[in-house]
């Protein structure tokens, strides 16, 4: 076969939009209910793919899960304006084995669905969300055949025959399998022609494999990659390991090079016009057929007016990547709370360095309910917090990370928790019903050590006492201080409370690893604080001695007062 010939004939592209936080490698830290808290990069990085794609003259099928049909149907409405077909995914990105043949059959229908509202184009074509279709599972097949799907690009069976475009006859139908290409390396069959493999293998590896199976195969290549690929100036997913950033990040620069290679010298068109299927409108669908999201169940709280007034106080130390992610973190919680709490919102800067105070203008500072407060300089944690409580004018206030590593959604429980003669909830993810997810074992340890020594010191015998993440009284934080500023601090709030007879109660929480942007925690400066606040709290119980001096903060007024006063 010539070059010439090569040349001419048209080629598969295929591309799964996909967003950032939505990929493989990190799905252990971000579950797909996460997905919304999360700022977007998804127009950005689709925009990219159809602009590569005309500047080649190329043709794709694009590959949709539902929750982006049902959240982003423009993007999708957009591609099809631009002429390339879309089929679906699962509704969100799930393995082969995640879900029973029964509720992968509802999944897909599910998302097909969705995406076909979105785009108002019927959709022919599926691909798993994660990983694929292995030769024990052709059960998924047959269901998707069941469903009215015209083809799939879900398989990796053994066998380079697996490799091409063939049809799978089943009990419930057929479908035509259309995999991605199998590409022969150092003699083996191996499914690198796209994605991940395409973008850390060196190019003279990858290039002779795809001339070879073009040369050896009458059937078209099928090229993959995904959207999120052609953005290297992506957010950093900081609490991915070593080896999942590296297979995340690396060579991202490169893609758009290596993909426009194939896309310049072969012609690609999508999977639907190599098929010969002709994209039809999708039928107009009553939205009974949708089914319903899951409504969250919130516990009740006995205040009877459903009117609870709580202020949230949330301190920021060069908080400007997490600061999108907090964002529509408050805004889901303030969704699902309406109608329990009356909220209100302290945000308190603590000299950052970065662009986190101006952030928090631009996202906070018109906003009702929201005051905006400064420290000059940085002070700490603890600090900060004794700030934002002077701030408080509601009945109850919490206080939370701006790293959500403590969901807000916990306060729903937590403030069932609040008895007339309790002054404080604090969240142990230490307790035995509490739950540490995926976080590093250096604070762990840090908790549970710190814990123990704290216990033999004060009344109180809680399983954790360095969280930041409390629900108060504001009788119980009237007036308090703290002389470390610091990280430290914190766990003195909770010293002073206890030996001031305050009540606390624990609340077994669920503490998730950082995931955006770094830790502010030195361990062993931090490890030689805990030691000296033992030390100072045994000797105010026991000897009568007083703690040291309380620290001071200065601080300005955003102009970003929108508060109502109370």
Not at 530 to 535: S, V
Request: with cysteine; net charge negative.
């Amino acid at each position: 076969m010539t070059l010439e010939t090569k040349l001419n004939r048209k080629h598969i592209l295929t591309v799964v939009v996909e967003d950032y936080f939505q990929v493989g490698a990190f799905s252990h830290l971000i579950p797909s209910g996460y997905w919304g808290r999360f700022e977007t990069n998804l127009k950005r990085n689709t925009e990219r793919t159809l602009e590569l794609l005309a500047e080649t003259g190329s043709q794709a099928t694009f590959f949709s899960c539902g929750w982006i049909a049902d959240n982003h149907p423009q993007i999708l409405r957009r591609i099809v304006e631009e002429g390339h077909e879309i089929a679906c995914q699962n509704y969100f990105h799930h393995r082969i084995g995640e879900l029973s043949q029964q509720d992968f059959a509802k999944d897909v229908r599910r998302s097909r669905a969705a995406v076909e509202d979105a785009t108002g184009q019927a959709v022919e074509g599926f691909r798993i969300g994660r990983g694929w279709i292995g030769p024990q599972d052709t059960w998924a097949l047959d269901a998707l055949a069941d469903a009215g799907f015209s083809y799939d690009s879900s398989l990796r069976a053994p066998g380079a025959a697996q490799g091409v475009v063939h049809k799978h006859r089943g009990p419930l139908g057929a479908v035509t399998e259309v995999p991605a290409s199998r590409l022969s390396i150092l003699g083996q069959p191996l499914l690198m022609s796209g994605g991940n493999y395409m973008r850390q293998l060196p190019d003279w590896l990858i290039r002779p494999g795809v001339e070879k199976w073009i040369e050896g195969n009458q059937d078209p290549l099928v090229l993959y990659f995904h959207s999120w690929e052609l953005e290297p100036d992506q957010p950093k997913i900081s609490a991915a390991s070593f080896v999942q950033q590296l297979r995340h990040y690396r060579n991202l620069e490169a893609m758009p090079d290596k993909i426009r290679y194939y896309l310049e010298r072969y012609d690609f068109t999508s999977i639907a016009e190599h098929l010969g299927l002709t994209l039809e409108a999708a039928s107009p669908r009553p939205s009974a057929e949708r089914p319903a999201e899951a409504e969250q169940w919130v516990p009740e709280i006995g205040n009877g007016d459903g009117n609870i007034p709580l202020t949230l106080v949330i301190p920021c130390y060069n908080e400007s990547e997490t600061l999108p992610y907090l964002e529509k973190t408050l805004a889901r919680f303030a969704a699902q709370g309406d109608g329990l709490f009356d909220l209100h919102y302290v945000l308190v800067d603590d000299g950052s360095s970065d662009d986190t105070w101006k952030l928090l203008q631009e996202y906070f500072g018109d906003r009702e309910r929201f005051r905006l407060v400064r420290h000059e300089v940085n002070k700490g944690i603890a600090a900060a917090l004794v700030t934002g409580f002077g701030q408080v004018r509601t009945e109850f206030l919490a206080a939370l990370d701006a790293d959500c590593t403590f969901s807000p959604d916990q306060l729903f429980e937590m403030m069932s928790m609040m008895e007339e003669d309790v002054d404080v909830v604090a969240a142990s993810p230490a307790h035995a019903q509490g739950a540490m997810l995926a976080v590093p074992a250096w604070r762990s340890l840090l908790s549970r050590g710190s814990a123990f020594m704290y216990r033999c010191v004060l009344r109180h015998k809680l399983t954790s006492y360095t969280s930041c993440f409390r629900l108060y009284r504001q009788r119980a934080i009237e007036d308090i201080t703290v002389y470390d500023p610091g990280f430290c601090g914190v766990t003195e709030i909770l010293g002073r409370m206890d030996l001031a007879n305050r009540k606390i109660v624990e609340y077994p929480a669920v503490l998730e690893t950082r995931l955006l942007g770094q830790s502010k925690i030195k361990i062993f400066r931090t490890i030689a604080g805990h030691l000296r606040l033992a030390f100072r709290l045994a000797s105010l119980r026991w000897l009568g001695r007083p703690m040291p001096e309380p620290v001071t903060a200065e601080l300005q007024t955003s102009y970003a007062d929108n508060s109502d006063g109370r």
